[in-house]
C-alpha cells in the first residue's frame, strides 16, 4: 500500500519537478503538499498520536519511492522523520500529542537540531546552552547544517543543561518558528539536495517554556540523540537505495537506446557487467535496509550494529551505481540538461550526514568486538603456536619467576616513612 502511494506521489509530481526545484534551490511546497495528500506524512507515527501505525520499514518504502525520482524528495520526506523521532523516544504523552498530531496531519514541519560548527561526529561537543530561568529555559548558540531550517515550523534543538556533568550535559528542547531570539542564518549553497534548505540557526536569548524540555527530565539529551540516529539510519540508507535504484533505470534505458559501432551500448560486455554489478549492488543494499528498519521495529538487540552496516553499505552503494550511471551516459551523463548527474551528486551527501561512513565502521567494529567476547570457545579449536624462548611452558615459568622476584626486591627497597606522635 505504501510502496504503491509513495510511487505514485514520485512519478506524478516529484519527478517532473526535480529538474526545477534543483536549479532553483527552493523548498517543493508542491511536492509537500502532494505526499501529505497521499497520507504520507504520519506513516511512522503511532495511531494515537494521529499517526498511520506504520512502523521504520513502512517510512524505509517511502523514502526509498520518493529519492527514486529525487534525492531532494526523499530528504524532505526523511528530515521530518528525524525530527520527530525524538518526540517517539522521550517525549511527555502531553509533548507527543502536542507536536506529533500536526505534523502527522501534514500540518506542520519539523526539525532536527544537533550538529554545530565545532560539533560534528564528535556530538557530545556541543557549544549552545540552555539555561533554566524559572519556568523557562533560556538559549544562547548556533546549530549548522540544520536541513528544514525556514521551511520548518518546529525545530528538535539538543543544547547543554548541565555544563559540569559528563554522562547528562545536554538535553533536548522544541522550539517554535517566531520565538523571539530565534532567527535563520546562513543559507548554504549546496552541491546536491539543493530543493531542501539546510541553514545555520542562531539563538540569542531565546526563552522557551520549560514544558519544552523534551521528556521534562534533564540531562537526557544525549540518550535521545543515539537513540534517533539508531533509528533514523535505515531511512538515510533508503535514499541511498531510492537514489542508486533510479540511477540504474536511466542507465539501463540510455543503454537500451544510445548506439555506437551500429549497435545498442548495452549489447556490449563491458556495459552489461557494469549494470549486472549496479543491480546487484542496489539490491543488497535494499534487503540490508530492510532487514535493519525491522530489526527497529521490533527492536533488536544489534540495531545499532545492523543500522550503521546499512547506512554505510547502501551509502557507498549509492555513490558508485550513481557514478557508474554517468559513465554509462558518457560525456552527457556530464551535462545538467540531463538527468543523470544529479543522482550522483545527491548521493553524495548520503555518505557524510547522519553519521559519516568513517563513523559507521567505527561503530560496526566496536560491535563486533564485543560480540567476539562471547565467541571464546572458538579458541579451542584454533592451533596455538609454541616457540621455545617466547611461551613454551618452561620460558612461562622461568618469566613468572623473575617478575615476582623483581616486585619482592622492588616493594624491600621502598622506605615506608613512619609518623611519631
Not at 511536492?31 to 512502523?55: D, H, N, R, S
Not at 619467576?401 to 626486591?409: I, P
Request: proline share 4%; charged share 25%.
Amino acid at each position: 500500500m505504501w510502496r504503491e502511494r509513495a510511487r505514485n506521489v514520485a512519478e506524478k509530481v516529484v519527478r517532473p519537478l526535480a529538474a526545477k526545484y534543483d536549479r532553483e534551490q527552493e523548498y517543493p511546497w508542491e511536492i509537500k503538499e502532494a505526499i501529505a495528500k497521499a497520507g504520507l506524512m504520519g506513516v511512522w507515527i503511532p495511531e494515537e498520536y494521529g499517526g498511520a501505525g506504520g512502523g521504520v520499514i513502512d517510512l524505509c518504502i517511502c523514502v526509498e519511492e520518493l529519492s527514486g525520482a529525487c534525492g531532494g524528495g526523499g530528504v524532505l520526506y526523511a528530515v521530518i522523520v528525524l525530527g520527530t523521532f525524538p518526540v517517539l523516544v522521550g517525549g511527555t504523552e502531553e509533548q507527543k500529542h502536542r507536536f506529533l498530531r500536526p505534523i502527522a496531519k501534514g500540518e506542520k514541519l519539523i526539525s532536527f537540531g544537533l550538529s554545530e560548527k565545532f560539533a560534528g561526529s564528535d556530538a557530545a561537543s556541543l557549544r549552545a546552552t540552555a539555561v533554566k530561568d524559572g519556568d523557562s529555559y533560556v538559549l544562547n548558540g548556533e546549530k549548522k547544517w540544520n536541513t528544514n531550517g525556514g521551511a520548518a515550523d518546529i525545530y528538535t534543538v539538543f543544547a547543554v543543561t548541565d555544563p559540569a556533568s559528563k554522562s547528562r550535559r545536554t538535553s533536548a528542547i522544541m522550539v517554535e518558528m517566531g520565538t523571539p531570539g530565534f532567527r535563520i542564518g546562513k543559507v548554504e549553497d549546496k552541491m546536491g539536495i539543493r530543493c531542501v534548505p539546510v541553514v545555520e540557526i542562531h539563538f540569542e536569548n531565546c526563552r522557551v517554556p520549560a514544558k519544552n524540555l523534551l521528556g521534562e527530565v534533564p540531562g537526557m539529551g544525549f540518550k535521545h540523540a543515539m537513540a534517533t540516529l539508531d533509528k533514523a539510519r535505515p531511512g538515510v540508507a533508503a535514499q541511498a537505495v531510492g537514489l542508486a535504484q533510479g540511477a540504474l533505470e536511466y542507465a539501463m534505458v540510455y543503454a537500451g537506446y544510445r548506439e555506437q559501432f551500429g549497435a545498442p551500448i548495452s549489447s556490449f560486455q563491458m556495459i552489461q557487467a557494469m549494470l549486472a554489478d549496479m543491480a546487484t549492488k542496489t539490491e543488497a543494499a535494499r534487503n540490508l535496509v530492510y532487514v535493519a528498519a525491522l530489526a527497529v521495529d521490533t527492536a533488536a538487540p544489534n540495531v545499532s550494529k545492523l543500522s550503521a552496516m546499512c547506512k554505510l553499505f547502501a551509502t557507498d552503494t549509492a555513490m558508485e551505481v550513481t557514478t557508474d550511471a554517468v559513465q554509462i551516459f558518457g560525456g552527457y551523463g556530464y551535462m545538467r540538461d540531463y538527468p543523470i548527474e544529479k543522482y550522483m551528486r545527491d548521493a553524495k551527501i548520503t555518505q557524510i550526514y547522519e553519521g559519516t561512513n568513517q563513523v559507521q565502521r567505527m561503530v560496526v567494529a566496536r560491535s563486533l568486538v564485543k560480540e567476539s567476547l562471547g565467541l571464546k570457545h572458538l579458541l579451542d579449536f584454533i592451533p596455538k603456536e609454541i616457540q621455545k624462548g617466547v611461551n613454551d611452558p618452561e620460558t612461562l615459568k622461568r618469566l613468572a619467576e623473575e617478575s615476582k622476584r623483581l616486585a619482592e626486591e622492588t616493594l624491600g627497597s621502598v622506605d615506608v616513612p613512619t609518623h611519631n606522635a
